[in-house]
């Protein structure tokens, strides 16, 4: 009985963290949205629906501090605990940078450039496909999948440098408009931001399988030089 008891515990636990997921997603879809279609009402969901991740992230945290302390969970069971732990953590600091994004873009000038923000939306939807995967590879527990999640990594990196230095060009022949390129350029590291907290997930969903917690950048680069 305690151990159907305790399985319960963590089947809960699994459930609340998946539904955060599905609450940060739906702040990077309005996000994009806001970023898109100029929707105001888009940018005040993901503005003032940020108190409602945060106390997701604190009742999570009880609940892994309670099975701590009730349970004392050994050797896998306690990878598990641990690893949601870690991972509420970078999912409330992808729900802040949304939040951050969406200050931003209430700035009318930005969208006076067409081309810069086709490349933060492009940036974004990558983001978007990099998080969904971090989803799947929670739900499945899947180490290959993990490891993929890094590939998306890289096209955010490309992306974020050929924005930095879009940015810094314009700001050259156009002084005036300084305000803005910084604006994107902010943008542009919020986003790559996101990013390195998808693969911290996908770290930690290898920590849970396997024991181990690898960085998934130094494996993409030991796997380059073979």
């Known amino acids: 009985m305690p151990r159907k008891t305790f399985e319960k515990k963590l089947k809960s636990l699994n459930k609340r963290v998946i539904t955060m997921f599905e609450k940060v997603l739906d702040r990077i879809e309005n996000t994009i949205e806001a970023t898109k279609n100029k929707s105001e009402s888009a940018a005040q969901d993901v503005l003032f629906g ?4 945060d106390k997701m992230e604190q009742q999570i945290e009880q609940m892994c501090i309670g099975i701590f302390a009730l349970e004392q969970p050994i050797a896998s069971d306690l990878r598990v605990v641990t690893g949601c732990l870690k991972i509420i953590t970078d999912l409330e600091r992808i729900a802040d940078q949304c939040k951050d994004i969406c200050e931003i873009i209430n700035n009318e000038a930005l969208f006076k450039d067409d081309i810069s923000i086709s490349k933060i939306i492009e940036m974004l939807e990558a983001m978007a496909v990099m998080f969904r995967k971090s989803i799947d590879v929670f739900k499945e527990l899947s180490v290959d999948n993990a490891v993929s999640v ?18 810094c060009k314009h700001i050259a022949l156009n002084p005036k408009d300084v305000t803005h390129y910084v604006d994107y350029m902010f943008i542009a590291k919020y986003i790559e931001r996101i990013g390195d907290h998808c693969t911290n997930i996908a770290e930690w969903v290898i920590y849970i399988k396997t024991g181990r917690h690898s960085t998934l950048d130094e494996q993409d680069s030991k796997s380059e030089m073979l």
């Open 50 to 53: 940020d108190d409602e991740i």
């Open 150 to 167: 890094c590939e998306y990594d890289d096209c955010i990196d490309k992306l974020f440098s050929d924005i930095i230095l879009q940015s």
